[in-house]
């Protein structure tokens, strides 16, 4: 994004919105904002971050907006992907989630960031999956797999998603390595049974169920059998390279 000329550089960036309630699973139709930009900038930045006890990132891409009016307020609609389902926090208050936005200046060669004051989005529960957050790969070949425990869903909901693998071979990059199909009992709640065959120590699975009105996301990282491992705990809704949990 090219930076813009300004008669003040620096001058504050103000978001607004009034969608800032969601249900754990959904982002419904997205976040509404409205930015008002200071005089002289035409082009911003939105993005919605996650945070955990071990630190934050963004969820999803962030995106890109022009004020093609110039008139120094832009509208807009941020759907986030739904991998990226929220979560509601724990006892801890993780994973929280917020709504910012940014735009650049140079001042003698060097780009300066201007951040708009975050906005805290509420995530109220609803849709969830748990499971351990560290696995070996052991565990993943056993008999038994590893068990991810579903619950808010509709009553007797079939849900379908993928199982997905991020390691070092497929450089980084989530690849699919299955599907699957289970239903939930009269209660909305189930777990299923997850295998995986190869994984490495330090790869990463993703399993990604998706509902009638909801979807949600395990992440399990693969772990020596000497390691320690952590409770089962919600998993956050980034990626695995910038994971966030309270776990």
């Known amino acids: 994004m090219s930076a813009p000329a300004f008669a003040a550089p620096g001058d504050p960036l103000v978001i607004d919105s009034d969608t800032t309630t969601f249900t754990a699973g959904s982002w419904g139709s997205g976040i509404n904002f409205t930015l008002t930009l200071p005089e002289g900038v ?22 890109e907006v022009i004020d093609e009016d110039a008139d120094g307020t832009v509208e807009g ?31 003698d060669g060097t780009t300066e960031y201007v951040y708009a004051d975050d906005i805290e989005l509420t995530i109220l529960d609803g849709a969830s999956v748990t499971g351990p957050a560290r696995v070996t790969a052991a565990q993943l070949e056993s008999a038994e797999g590893v068990a991810p425990q579903f619950a808010g869903f509709l009553p007797d909901e079939t849900l379908n998603g993928t199982i997905e693998i991020m390691s070092e071979a497929n450089d980084w990059e989530y690849e699919t390595i299955g599907d699957f199909s289970t239903t939930v009992g009269a209660d909305g709640a189930g777990s299923g049974a997850l295998w995986v065959t190869g994984a490495q120590v330090g790869d990463f699975i993703r399993v990604v169920a998706a509902g009638d009105a909801s979807t949600v996301t395990y992440y399990a990282e693969v772990i020596s059998a000497d390691a320690p491992t952590t409770p089962e705990a919600p998993v956050a809704p980034t990626a695995p390279e910038r994971i966030e949990t309270a776990a």
């Open 42 to 63: 035409t082009e911003a930045t939105v993005m919605v971050g996650s945070g955990g006890a071990n630190g934050s990132g963004l969820i999803g891409d962030a995106l």
């Open 77 to 107: 609609t941020y759907v986030p992907p739904a991998e990226s389902s929220p979560v509601a926090p724990d006892a801890d208050g993780y994973p929280y989630y917020s709504l910012t936005a940014n735009y650049t200046y140079v001042v």
